[in-house]
Each structure stands twice: as C-alpha cells, then as structure tokens.
C-alpha cells in the first residue's frame, strides 16, 4: 500500500478517547422512549446503528481540542462534538441511499439502507439531523441562550444548501457533467460538502467560549484543514483498499469524476496536502503550545490510511 | 361531496393573506448565491418549487395568529412562520419519495420527486429542514439568544425522533403491521406526526413573547386542534376528492389501515372532531377576544374540504 506510514500513534489514542466519551453520550441521548409504540424502536435502533462504534470522530476531536484549548468545559464540548457527529452520521446514511451513491458498505459494515430498508433510513438520517439541532439547543450545552442559538446558526448554515447539501448537489452534477470540473469548482463543492462542517466542528469551542478571535483563527484552521483532508481522501480513492478504508474505493476514477488527484497528478495532490497541513498550522500561531492536538490533527489528516 | 360547506369565508381570506406574507418572505430567504456552482442552482429550484406558492399554511397561521395575539411583531412571527412551513414542506418531500407513500401529487401539482429526481428531492428536503433551523437561529428573529435558542429546542423536538418523524414510523409500521392499531396507537401516531409541529407552530408566539402560561395554554389549544385537524384529515380521505385535496386519497382504506374513522365510523369520527375543536376553543378562554382568530382556526380545522 502506497503512502506514508502514520506516524502520530499518540494522536490516534487520543483521537480514540474522544471517540469513546462522545460515543458514551451519544449512547445516552440516543435512549428511545420507554412507552415506544410499534415502529419507534426500530427508528432509535437504525439512529443508533448509523451513529455509534464507529467513525474516525475527527470532527468531534476537533470540536473537543477547539474548545479545550479555550477553557470550556468538557461537559459542554462533548455536547458540541456529539452533534456535529449526528450531523454528519445523517449526511453518510443518505448519501449511501440507493437514489444518491447506492453503496453497501459504510464503516466497515452494511450501510443502514441495507442493514435496515430504505424508508427507515431516510427517516433516520432526517432525525440525526434534527437532533444535532435538540442537542445544541438543549440549556445542558451552555447557559447563555445566545451560544445556543449562535451554535445552531453556524450549524445550520454550515449543513444546509450553503453548505453541506449544496456541495453535495455540485458532486452530483459533476458525475453527468459533459467536461469535468475544474479546479475551482472543486474546491468549492469540497469546502461545501465536507469543508463547512469540519469549520463548524473546529469553531464550535470558539462559539461556546464566546471568544470571536479564537473563532476566525479556527476558521481559518480549519479551512486549510478541510481541504487537506479532502485532498487525502481524494488520494486513498486512488491509493487505498476497500478493508482499510471499510467503503468501496476507486469510485471516482471509475465515474470518471474530477478530483484533486485527477487535476494534480498523484505527486501534485500531496504536496498540495502538505501546503494546506502547513497554512492550518500556520492559523494556529496565535494560541501556542496550547493549539498541540490541533496540530497533530492536521497532520494526521494528510497521513491517515482510512 | 359530503361534508358540511365552509363557513368561514373571512377566516379563509384571512388565511389567504398570511399565506402571502409567508411566501414573500420565504421567497427572499431561498433566493440561490449569484455564484453558485453547477448542481447548486437546481437544489434552490426544487427548494422553491417544495415549499413555494401552495398549501394552506395553517401551520404558519397559527404561529402569526398566536404572536400577534401576544403583541410580539409581524416580522418575527412571520420567521417562525416561514421556518414551521419549511418544515412541513420538507416532511412532505420525504413522504412522498417511492421509498416511501411513493406519491405523485401534492398540493395539486407533481411531487418533487417526479419534478425533479429522487436524489435531488432527498437533498431539497434534507436542506428545507435544516433552513427551518437557520431561520429561527438567525438574530433576525429575535433579539434574546435564549428565545431563539428556545424556538431551536422546540422545533428539533416537534420534528425529531420524539416527534414527526417518530409518528412517521409508526405509521409505516401499520401498514404491515397484522392486527390494526387500537385507537390509544392511533392518537399517540396522530400527536407526534401532525400534532408535535401544529403544536410547536401555536406555541411559537408564546415563545417569542417569552408568556411561559401563554405558552402552556396554546400548547393545550394546539393538542385538540392537532387531533381535531387529523380527525378530519381521516373524514376527507373517505370522503373528498382527488382534485379537491390535491393529493390521492382513498388511501387508507385501501391498505386496511386503522384511521379514527375505521375506529369510530364516520359518524363517531365527525362527532369526536368537534368534541376536540371545542376543547380547543375552551383552551384559549384566558384571552378572550384577542384569540378570535385562533377559535376559527379550530372551526376551520374541521370544516375544511381540502
């Protein structure tokens, strides 16, 4: 397998902490009710198998370390992660569905169209979505109302079709575009489709520290970090298995899609990573020895193997 | 046709009108970028094409007439008018898709679906639903983060697992389900499907009023309504027609599904109709006059034809 060996072993044990609290309280808030009628326990059971045991949780180490670096309380920030984790959990259940990508396989395991049936799963994905919004507004998740509500805005906007969704509408278009995509509309659809969220996981600790420098630094952050990770998606399409990476791989290539690597070249795609690793270390000067794990995780999202 | 004749020609202007105020600004709010990328253009088309122009907006009646009724301002109560009404589009995005009711018309025109495509459907109202959050998180909607938040928190569990989508899988589940659900199922379906966002809609005013009893008493006001409102949804599916109500009908019946008209007959079912409009009407005797339009709202709810 090509690529450099991960080399940031403490990071991912740290990475897997994190995934271990924010899975613990995700398991709670994801309690179906005791006097369910027919159907409601499947609905918790298709939420709960899209959302635990499984997943990097990069975006909820970075709503973590974002928000430990300024101070906020664990408590909170582990409310922020889970969250942003619902959001995107949502976001793979439907984009799996037959009627977008059709893939079988998610995490390692059958995708939850395919481990549960369609229609369970849409409504699944819709109310991962909506909890992410209960939980951010929730008084658990801050005491000032107005963090709450700044959170489901950044979210919103992040998620919605200025963001997340819309990105996922230019993917779509690029599949059955008559010329590929350039360079710029790549990136674009990237910074909407993955980036937007990752900015919010990243800002999250900013907005419940009410710190609005912290905020912009680690919008910037997280801006070189997004496409650094994606950029490295791009080449472990290219580059990856279908064990590791627990997804089917290859598809891009095969679609005949327009990507980082196609534009780039294999050589020009991670020395791009490489510049983007660097500009999101770079915005991080400011917070000093404090801002470590955020370094490590833009590192680690140009050496992952998965 | 059978059923009384509408009698509340002032009651129905009066919700023409609040319709119109609510698409003009749902109209502005889902105004595309001016740079959007290819794909981006058609999600904000079908988002309009959802959501725009059709429907009879009772939901965002409720919530204009409740604030107003509280003295909170148009332009607020139309925000949390527009976002009620984003949701309920949304919802109905989803029913419709093959995987799920499979639908061909709604509110008399194609469903977005056909429209459009399955894929581009799932993401318009994936996006709808996440613009409802955007909406009342948004400043413009209120000045106090904590009432803002306090809209989130309510809407994300009228509309979760709690909620909509919960009362969508029970529902699903009696379609196969191998004895027809008693009528205590068919309430708790009817509360969390159509009854938690016609609640969190009346309830809304309150909210931006911060009238924590105001609150209480339109919740209770909006409980009656909700069944009295899904009594007669069941009574024009035995009854209406197809051009009338814009939708097919005749549905239930069809898949030997219980209904409270299948629990009570038609007769039985009229009769519990307006034993919860009066009980609606009894809940807003605290605010005598100033509620006038919310109790023909409640008339309305049984005596409409479509």
Known sequence: ??????????????????????????????????????GEARLWEAMRYATLGAGKRLRACLAVEGAEML??????????????????AYSLVHDDLPAM????????????????????????????????FEILADPATHKDGAARAE??????KAAGAPGMVGGQMIDIAAETAKTPFDLAVITRLQAMKTGALIRFAAESGAILARDQSAREAL???????????????????????????????RKDAEAGKATFVSELGIEGARKAAARERDSAIAALASFGPAARRLREAAEFAIQRQS
Not at 126 to 131: E, K, P, V, W
Not at 151 to 156: G, I, K, R, S, V
């Open 1 to 38: 397998m090509a690529g450099p060996m991960v080399e940031l072993p403490g990071f991912q044990d740290h990475l897997a902490e994190i995934a271990t609290e924010t899975d613990q309280l995700l398991g709670e808030i994801l309690t179906p009710p005791t006097d369910a009628a027919p």
């Open 71 to 88: 101070g906020v309380p664990r408590a909170r920030a582990l409310r922020a992660a889970a969250a942003v984790e619902c959001l995107h």
């Open 101 to 132: 990508d059709d893939d079988d396989l998610r995490r390692g395991k059958p995708t939850t169209h395919r481990a549960f049936d369609d229609a369970t799963a849409i409504l699944a994905g819709d109310a991962l979505q909506t909890l992410a």
């Open 151 to 156: 959170l489901c805005h950044a979210l919103a």
């Open 219 to 249: 919008a910037l952050y997280a801006r070189h970090l997004g496409l650094a990770f994606q950029i490295r998606d791009d080449l472990l399409d290219v580059e990856g298995d279908v064990e590791a990476m627990g997804k089917q791989v």
